[in-house]
């Protein structure tokens, strides 16, 4: 059974308000490649493998229909990095200044023309995509499907399309993009990578995501930069920013944004990460937590503040009466995990007063219409934090009144070399009324936690030839650290190669003075591990690149890459491709040694015994004379 305790929240009344839907960002915005390769991602995701896409472009679109406010320098050159990035992908493009009649011929459609839209259109396109069509929309050009503008100021509430659209409001916004899931539609983006940054508050942003919708990038407020939604049969992809979206621009500058950031007077609920001492929060927005690298977060608290602000006599005049809040925090439990709140409502600094009645109880719970979860901390089957509650007979106002305060304590960190964890904070459902029970209009600012991968101290690795043919017992690396730390702080336990090769244990490791220079480690490292590892790459012959990762004793990371190179030969013990004079050298020079002697060198023990003996020196005189091609 549903567990809404509120009225339906209605969308309604933000119609009071209006946006300027920024045609480009404000001077001093940059994007980046990777906004470009999202792009054309998204574009091939929302094809579903057909080929063929009509292209309704701002420029032929302006050059049809003259409009003052349009550039066409700007849309021109829009138009024509959008052409590149859809032809990459092996589209054939048709343009058009409007939406073609017929779109059945049509696997994608891709439009960045606003004024080629009105409300008429959402019925068209909507069918398009239900019947298997795919669609592009780039920044702003949504709202235009919602409301008729012959300029760019249009409403904010975009629940007329949101069911095949995939949000419910638009909202303009500033800062730092960032993907925020692994390799999002197949691409080598990593979550935490940096789409793009920019001043001021012109660019678009998505609130109110639908539940079937996937986010795949955030704004550094939490509002979505990119994300997909299906619909019927078909899918939906929008972007907010690519880098035609210009860095300087002769266009004049646009009009002031007509919506004001969230805290400006609009009544909006606001998740806010705060750090618990020692932990620091190098994040300077109050929606926002990101940790240093060092020292580990790993096993450091934190807490999510869930704020109703701006909820004043102005406002709201007759006054709060009722909230509702379900906070899902299941996408960061690889990474913290719940072990405490505090309720806030009817508090001191809280929300509401006075007597109180609960139609949800608050606490956590497994799942958003899931059981309530106890026995804690930690409450590790959690994933929501939920709570309605109403006053029985007063009203409440504030400026800024807490709901809850939920605490996480970080349990992981991304290792070393791996990108930074990066996720939204986000209110899956909330609500809020007034005394008179009416639905009260507001926003959701979300929160961001951004968790630094582990920094891993720089250590030089140092690795003779390996060949891939010979069975000696290990090969060796010698392991050098920056100045200042020794090596005699590593844990030789924690050290692999390639992530999957291990140190072997029944191998001695030593420290070496390594002629003269820093002190070093020899490490040996199973040889058939290593060697199979190799092989499966295809690799039979050449060089390889191998990276190290392990810990110092007291926690810090270290890591480094060398080249090796390998030979498949039998006999090619110094592995240049021949076996030859040198080859039988080194076989003399490493005569009757055994692992650990100074003259040991596994490439000659040819077959595995533990000694270089007379058996090796004649499998090497076998295939004397060899070479690669």
């Given amino acids: 059974m549903m567990k809404r ?7 309604v009344s933000v119609l009071l308000f209006s946006v300027f839907v920024a045609v480009r960002p404000l001077l001093g915005s940059s994007t980046f490649s990777s906004a470009d390769t999202l792009l054309a991602a998204g574009a091939k995701w929302a094809a579903n493998g057909g080929t063929r896409a009509a292209y309704v472009d701002s420029y032929d679109n302006l050059m049809a229909n003259p409009n003052p406010l349009g550039s066409s320098d700007y849309f021109l050159r829009l138009k024509n990095a959008v052409l590149s990035i859809l032809e990459g992908e092996g589209f054939t493009v048709d343009t058009y200044a409007n939406i073609p009649a017929n779109l059945s011929q049509y696997s994608l459609l891709y439009i960045d023309a606003y004024w080629a839209i009105d409300p008429s259109d959402a019925p068209i396109v909507s069918s398009y995509v239900f019947n298997g069509g795919g669609v592009v929309l780039h920044s702003g050009t949504i709202n235009f499907f919602a409301y008729y503008s012959d300029t760019m100021d249009t409403g904010l509430d975009l629940s007329s399309v949101a069911s095949w659209f995939g949000a419910a409001g638009y909202a303009n916004t500033g800062g730092s993009a960032y993907v925020t899931v692994a390799n999002p539609l197949n691409t080598s983006l990593n979550s935490g990578d940096q789409l793009c940054t920019g001043e001021g508050y012109s660019n678009a942003a998505m609130t109110f995501m639908s539940a079937d919708s996937q986010v795949l990038a955030t704004w550094d407020d939490g509002s979505t930069f990119a994300f997909t939604h299906t619909y019927g049969q078909g899918r939906v992809y929008w972007q907010a920013r690519q880098t035609a979206d210009p860095e300087t621009t002769s266009e004049p500058s646009p009009p002031p944004v007509n919506n004001p950031p969230a805290g400006s007077g609009q009544i909006y609920y606001s998740v806010e990460p705060v750090a618990v001492a020692p932990l620091v929060n190098v994040n300077a927005s109050v929606n926002g937590l990101e940790t240093p690298p060092n020292p580990s977060p790993v096993g450091q608290e934190f807490t999510v503040e869930i704020h109703l602000r701006n ?32 309720n806030m409502i009817g508090q001191p600094g809280g929300v509401l007063t006075g007597d109180i009645i609960y139609g949800i109880n608050p606490g956590f719970y497994a799942g958003e219409f899931g059981p309530v979860v106890v026995g804690g901390p930690p409450y590790n089957s959690a994933t929501f934090f939920e709570v309605a509650a109403a006053m029985i007979s007063n009203a409440w106002n504030g400026a800024d009144g807490v709901i809850a ?21 986000s209110v899956a459902f909330a609500d809020l ?85 820093d002190p070093g480690l020899i490490v040996a490292f199973n040889r058939t591990q290593l060697v199979n590892l190799i092989v499966s790459s295809g690799v039979t012959f050449g060089k390889v690149t191998l990276s190290l990762t392990g810990k110092l004793l007291h926690g810090t990371s270290i890591a480094g890459t060398c080249q090796v190179q390998v030979s498949s030969l039998i006999g090619d013990i110094d592995c240049d491709g021949k076996v030859g004079l040198s080859d039988l050298t080194l076989m003399a020079a490493a005569y009757h040694s055994t692992p650990g002697s100074p003259n040991w060198n596994p490439n000659a023990d040819i077959n595995g015994e533990g000694t270089v003996n007379l058996t090796d020196v004649c499998t090497l005189a076998a295939h004397y004379g060899q070479h690669y091609p």
């Avoid at 509120?6 to 969308?11: E, G, Q, R």
């Avoid at 906070?327 to 072990?339: A, E, M, Q, V």
């Avoid at 305060?405 to 904070?425: R, V």
């Fill in 311 to 342: 909820a004043t006599a102005v406002n709201v005049p007759a006054g709060v009466a009722g909230v509702e809040v379900h906070f899902d925090f299941s996408n960061i439990l690889n990474y913290c995990t719940p072990i405490g709140f505090t």
């Fill in 405 to 425: 305060s939920i605490t996480f304590e970080i349990t992981s960190q991304p290792p070393a070399a791996q990108p930074d964890f990066y996720a939204q904070l």
């Fill in 5 to 11: 305790f509120l009225l339906v929240m209605l969308l």
């Fill in 433 to 517: 009324v007034d005394i008179n029970a009416n639905s009260l209009p507001f926003f959701i600012t979300p929160g961001t936690l951004h968790i630094d991968a582990d920094p891993a101290v720089p250590t030089t690795i140092i690795a003779g030839p390996l060949n891939l043919k010979s069975r000696g017992p290990c090969a060796e690396d010698c392991i050098q650290l920056a100045q200042g730390l020794t090596v005699s702080d590593i844990d030789t336990s924690s050290l692999m190669l390639n992530g999957t090769v291990s140190v072997d244990p029944q191998t001695t490791i030593e420290m070496s003075a390594n002629n003269g220079a």
